[in-house]
């Protein structure tokens, strides 16, 4: 899920950087392309995972 916000982030950026625009006082592309690669930190750290639980996978089907 942190994954899918940073493309966003980083899209948002880049517009930005090629209009050469800014939001507000100091939010620029720079400051998407970091927050973009913050979240990809965070996505790669496993934060925002969901765990896995219950059936335990593949080897608690049952055969017929």
Request: cysteine-free; aromatic content about 6%; glycine content about 20%.
């Amino acid at each position: 899920m942190l994954a899918i916000v940073a493309a966003i982030i980083f899209g948002l950026g880049f517009l930005l950087d090629l209009l050469g625009a800014r939001i507000a006082a100091g939010i620029s592309g720079t400051t998407f392309m970091l927050l973009g690669l913050t979240l990809l930190a965070l996505h790669q750290g496993g934060v925002g995972t969901a765990g896995v639980r219950g059936s335990g996978g593949w080897r608690t089907r049952t055969r017929r």
